[in-house]
T-cell receptor, first 115, second 113 residues
Framework: AQKVTQAQTEISVVEKEDVTLDCVYE???????LFWYKQPPSGELVFLIR??????QNEISGRYSWNFQKSTSSFNFTITASQVVDSAVYFC????????????FGKGTRLHILP | SQTIHQWPATLVQPVGSPLSLECTVE??????LYWYRQAAGRGLQLLFY??????ISSEVPQNLSASRPQDRQFILSSKKLLLSDSGFYLC????????????FGPGTRLTVL
């Protein structure tokens, strides 16, 4: 069965520090997709990244970077030089492409960036 | 570009009253549509999804129902609200491709008193 675990419930860091959000997934499929979403205090989920299981290349987008490691079934998200605007709940998610179009979300990590 | 709208933004309803939440998508055709609920504590629960007009799949048995009367319109309803229906309701759309990205609307915050 598919499952996404975000073990860090809540993290607080001081502004400008780097922070990594962990995500571990479980799936029996060889074809799957991983996602990260950001939910700021306004509530709307904002899409950040989608990565398929055949592409293990790490991705960098500005201060954001993602480390995908199939060997450990992890898809971790790092924010470099954090800013107060990064404060939000971050969700990791998984979709098994061979089954249906449903996305399974982790429980989220609440990130506090302290000024 | 595609946009997704939800209304109302907030709603306070008494127990036992009916509910109708609406979601519409612009800028795309034949999207997959989804209703999620997020109770206090953050977890996202998929309630319904639809791959076409009149096609609704229910994920969780409850007193809620969904309908898709038009291609880009998705409605969440209840005949009688329960206290446990309180939460943040999010609508999302996705493309027809397998495991396509889902894009979320601004949400409706429902409080049942």
């Amino acid at each position: 069965a598919q499952k996404v675990t975000q073990a860090q419930t809540e993290i607080s860091v001081v502004e400008k520090e780097d922070v990594t959000l962990d995500c571990v997934y479980e799936t029996r499929d060889t074809t799957y997709y991983l996602f990260w979403y950001k939910q700021p205090p306004s509530g709307e989920l904002v899409f950040l990244i989608r990565r398929n299981s055949f592409d293990e290349q790490n991705e960098i987008s500005g201060r954001y970077s993602w480390n995908f490691q199939k060997s450990t079934s992890s898809f971790n998200f790092t924010i470099t030089a954090s800013q107060v605007v990064d404060s939000a709940v971050y969700f990791c998610a998984l979709s098994e492409a061979t089954r249906d179009d449903k996305i399974i979300f982790g429980k989220g990590t609440r990130l506090h960036i302290l000024p | 570009s595609q946009t997704i709208h939800q209304w109302p933004a907030t709603l306070v309803q008494p127990v036992g009253s009916p509910l109708s939440l609406e979601c519409t998508v612009e800028g795309t055709s034949n999207p997959n549509l989804y209703w999620y609920r997020q109770a206090a504590g953050r977890g996202l629960q998929l309630l319904f999804y639809s791959v076409g007009i009149g096609q609704i799949s229910s994920e969780v048995p409850q007193n809620l129902s969904a309908s898709r009367p038009q291609d880009r319109q998705f409605i969440l309803s209840s005949k009688k609200l329960l206290l446990s229906d309180s939460g943040f309701y999010l609508c999302a759309w996705g493309g027809a491709a397998r495991a396509d990205t889902q894009y979320f609307g601004p949400g409706t915050r429902l409080t049942v008193l």
